[in-house]
């Protein structure tokens, strides 16, 4: 089992920055021996994926994120991040991390984000 534990949400105004968190715990040797994404959820809306670092370190996003947000990984940390800066309303949602592709571990909670204009 593999348990996900996103933190690191808040309130911010547009144009703020916020850095995410997502503690990885249970059955992974290490988190550098797979890819990662960071997904978010709005209200109403389909939740989607923003951000992925591969097994190798290369990264993607998608291209509403694209040069604001930044996805890394600590592998002593066990800890997944996103650095996200210039922030917009538009970027308020649930966020998520988990596996990029395939058989996803358990959701965790999600960490809030809220943008004001």
């Known amino acids: 089992q593999v348990q996900l534990v996103e933190s690191g949400g808040g309130l911010v105004q547009a144009g703020g920055s916020l850095r995410l968190s997502c503690v990885v715990s249970g059955s992974i040797f290490s988190i550098n021996a797979m890819g990662w994404g960071w997904y978010r959820q709005a209200p109403g809306k389909q939740r989607e994926l923003v951000a992925v670092?591969?097994?190798?370190?290369?990264?993607n996003y998608a291209g509403s994120v694209l040069g604001r947000f930044t996805i890394s990984r600590d592998n002593a940390r066990n800890t997944v991040y996103l650095q996200m800066n210039s922030l917009k309303p538009e970027d308020t949602a649930v966020y998520y991390c988990?596996?990029?592709?395939?058989?996803?571990?358990?959701w965790g909670q999600g960490t809030q984000v809220t943008v004001s204009s």
């Open positions: 670092i591969t097994s190798g370190g290369s990264t």
């Open positions: 988990n596996a990029p592709a395939g058989i996803k571990w358990s």
